[in-house]
């Protein structure tokens, strides 16, 4: 393809730079997430984690905030396991919303709802 020139990672002098190996975007209300793995000059790879908000000013402008961790290998599990056990302390914890409640108890009225019937064995249609 004419014009067209493929970023391998490296400048002019052939040095190698920070390059995105990988990105997971996720988009959740307001806030959008970015997962980007990039690599570091000795071939390392390392995780990006930003947050990114619109954010509106009074003459109608607006403008990106931004919140960056930056996550190396050697803290992976580490980070890992804390999240998971945090999510789980939340999740187990966590007072119920209103809209949990409520979808609470459909469920319930549904399972109700299908456990109303006539339990008729086979030994009863013989007789």
């Known amino acids: 393809m004419e014009g067209f020139s493929k970023n391998d990672g490296t ?12 990105s997971k975007i996720i988009r959740a209300g307001k806030r959008t997430y970015f997962f980007d793995v ?32 930056f996550l190396y290998k050697e803290d992976f599990d580490k980070f ?5 056990e945090i999510i789980h302390y ?11 409640e409520e979808e609470g108890k459909g469920v319930e009225k549904e399972v109700a709802e299908e456990n109303d ?11």
């Open 11 to 22: 400048n002019d002098m052939g040095s190698k730079f920070k390059q995105e190996i990988h």
């Open 38 to 69: 990039k690599c570091t000059r000795n071939d390392e790879y390392y995780l990006t984690i930003t947050e990114s908000k619109k954010k509106f000013e009074n003459d109608g402008k607006f403008h990106f905030e931004k919140h960056k961790i």
């Open 80 to 84: 890992a396991d804390s999240l998971e």
């Open 90 to 100: 939340i999740r187990e914890n966590q007072p119920a919303t209103k809209v949990e």
């Open 117 to 127: 019937y006539t339990n008729v064995e086979f030994e009863d249609l013989a007789k």
